[in-house]
């Protein structure tokens, strides 16, 4: 039996009934605020029929929005409980897949990919917050067809992925998703929004991958970090910033041509993207 619009009460009985509890280990939090959800859902822009992957459906909650605005869903469960109250509950209103949504190498599982097929899709889900960094950066590197990505992170990952030059937050996982991908706030979502509780904030964002024209070329000019390309750039980004605290120069040798506007006195930190791609792009090793 379909239940629309549930409550931390409906929640707690679904569980219940199962002799179920949250298990923390798995980041079982479940966002149960219908505000937020329609927020989530709204910004995916989803259209009748549109093929939605969801990651971490819990108690189905998300899911229900989903298929409210019409999308085609598939959803991918670790925990065989949730699973199996989500079979129940939906039925073959969506397709139910159990496991781990990566693996080995932090790739999405070949099951996910098979029901996927080449069918173009978004990725919208309230992601464990364990998984939520390599998922989103997998789906950027390795799968075109994934049109936009609308998730619910922890905040201080959402401000990773938006941090400029010179922050703190600045880093690997920011630089390679911005260097794919145009990153928004779509909101902050308070840990009230959850039962139960996290001990963090998280935020809605959303990642919609460049299409040509975006780079170190300039605008109008064609992207220099392909997909193909993007594995090889990343590996280079995170050798680099483990070095953060050295100047370039001591990093890479002082007797090198730089890029414009980096001298060998900077620190990997001030770099921006595209000279970081430029930096690259001269010295790939």
């Known amino acids: 039996m379909l239940c629309l619009m549930q409550t931390i009460s409906n929640i707690r009985k679904l569980l219940d009934e199962r002799g179920l509890r949250p298990k923390h280990r798995l980041g079982q939090n479940f966002l149960h605020d219908q505000n937020q959800i329609r927020i989530l859902v709204d910004a995916a822009g989803i259209v009748h029929g549109e093929l939605v992957l969801e990651i971490g459906p819990g108690t189905g909650t998300l899911t229900e929005a989903l ?18 109250l989500l079979a129940d509950l939906l039925g073959d209103r969506i397709t139910l897949l159990r496991g781990d949504c990566l693996d080995r190498g932090r790739t999405l599982n070949p099951a996910i990919i098979d029901h996927l097929g080449d069918r173009s899709f978004k990725l919208v889900a309230n992601l464990p917050y364990n998984v939520a960094s390599p998922l989103m950066a997998a789906m950027l590197i390795d799968h075109p067809n994934c049109t936009g990505q609308f998730v619910t992170i922890q905040k201080e990952v959402a401000d990773r992925l938006l941090a400029k030059p010179g922050g703190k937050d600045y880093g690997p996982l920011g630089i390679i998703i911005q260097a794919l991908a145009e990153v928004r706030r779509i909101g902050t979502v308070p840990p009230s929004c959850f039962w139960p509780q996290p001990k963090v904030t998280s935020a809605m964002v959303s990642l919609l991958p460049s299409p040509p024209g975006r780079g170190a070329g300039g605008e109008g000019e064609p992207t220099i970090i392909s997909r193909d390309d993007a594995r090889s750039f990343a590996q280079f980004v995170t050798n680099l910033f483990s070095k953060r605290r050295k100047q370039l120069g001591t990093i890479f040798g002082r007797d090198r041509t730089w890029p414009a506007g980096v001298a060998a006195e900077m620190r990997p930190g001030r770099l921006s993207i595209e000279q970081l791609i430029e930096l690259w792009c001269s010295d790939p090793e």
Do not use: F, K, P, R
């Open 67 to 84: 298929l409210e605005a019409g999308a085609e869903v598939i959803a991918s469960e670790i925990d065989h409980n949730l699973a199996d």
